[in-house]
């Protein structure tokens, strides 16, 4: 699972090494954090004696495991879909593509921002900014419903390619 290797390379930097691979089979998922808490626990070992910078989890995580699990770790963490949307960002070429795996991030992403720290609860003030009760997690979900609804019409409107 945790791996020193970065999905957000871009192509011409050098891939580096997976630190440490962990394996769990479990009847049943831990819902707090899918794996349970002896496994988590040898996960935070391996990042801290790996110096890890990314650990995957090859499962999908809810937004409460992945807050739970990235509570515990210094770094970075992912699941599976997050790793297959962002190999699909760094492969889209044509204008359309970017544009379908941006919509698929932000709708991926959508439910994944409650609870990213003490600075998505801070109110706003002043002119041009959040109004009085509007947190910063209130303002990330309208800018990326906004950014959202126009590339859900502009896919919607592109006609169908010729066979």
Do not use: W
Not at 76 to 100: K, M, N, P, W, Y
Not at 107 to 133: D, F, N, V
Request: net charge positive.
């Amino acid at each position: 699972m945790p791996a020193a290797q970065s999905s957000r390379n871009s192509p011409d930097q050098p891939v580096r090494p997976i630190a440490a691979t962990l394996v769990q089979r479990r009847q049943k998922p831990d819902p707090s954090s899918l794996v349970g808490q002896g496994k988590l626990d040898e996960i935070v070992e391996a990042v801290a004696s790996t110096n890890a910078s990314l650990v995957l989890f090859d499962h999908d995580l809810t937004p409460s495991q992945l807050r739970n699990i990235e509570s515990r770790l210094p770094c970075h963490v992912i699941d599976r879909s997050q790793l297959i949307l962002d190999i699909f960002a760094r492969h889209a070429r044509t204008r359309e593509g970017q544009l379908q795996v941006e919509l698929a991030q932000l709708e991926y992403q959508l439910p994944r921002l409650a609870g990213r720290g003490r600075a998505m609860s801070q109110l706003g003030g002043g002119i041009g900014t959040r109004g009085p009760g509007e947190t910063q997690l209130e303002t990330d979900r309208r800018q990326d419903q906004s950014s959202h609804r126009p590339h859900q019409d502009s896919a919607q409107r592109r006609p169908p390619h010729p066979p």
